[in-house]
């Protein structure tokens, strides 16, 4: 059966949606993001692009989560709710969507690049005011299916399988269709060109992973940030 992979651009990062016959899967449900301006979780855009999708809590059959990063799941809570589905994830991120605090997310801030490093630390006690603001904006959650390495996600309408890939986050998931794409999360990025995340709590973790993946038949990228690209623009 005919799968189709529908991008969602929130402006900075993307949710993905799937549909197989008439069924869809939502990857990643957007959220907020660190510099905006003004806090903004993005849910009325991500709204509109459903509705536009043909997306309703008829024919929406799950929400798989890439990884606990607020910017990809502050709004899950909610759209469980309103399209009356389930939330799935990795255990390894549970920390990142229950009852997340500071200390864990500002160990995302951790960089291989001498100069982000360097910033990092000039810009450290910034970023800690924003995500204490951002953290009482969050709408914490418990997952209602935990996915491990192997699962499919045949029963929810998509022939798909769960592939795990910590790194940028402990329980960070990809998600690979029969018909070779890639919903990858933050392990890769596409904002200038395809590569890998600047930044993960586990930098040898991430390389393993990307090996691992290397080796798979993956047509096409999706990634968290910027444009869906081929496989070999990235090798």
Known sequence: MNQEIISIN?????????????????????????????????????????????????????IVLTHGDYDHSANAAYIKEKYKTKIAMHKGDLNLVQKPILEDVMKSFCFRSLFLKVLF?????????????????????????????????????????????????????????????LIAGDTFTNTKRPKVAPNALDFHAMDKSIELLCKLDIKTIYPGHGNPFKMNEYK
Request: glycine share 10%; with cysteine.
């Open 10 to 62: 929130l402006g900075a990062v993307n949710c993905y949606l799937a549909k197989q016959g008439n069924s869809f899967i939502l990857f990643d449900t957007g959220g907020y993001i660190t510099f905006d301006k003004e806090i903004n979780n993005r849910l009325e855009m991500l709204e509109k692009e459903l509705d536009k999708a043909g997306c309703n809590s008829q024919n929406l059959r799950l």
């Open 121 to 181: 630390r000039i810009m450290k006690k910034k970023l800690e005011r924003i995500n204490i603001k951002i953290l009482g904006n969050f709408r914490g959650f418990k997952p209602d299916i935990l996915l491990n390495d192997g699962d499919t996600l045949n029963q929810y309408g998509l022939d798909a399988k769960i592939i795990h890939i910590p790194g940028h986050t402990p329980g960070s998931i990809a998600i690979l269709t029969e018909n070779g794409q």
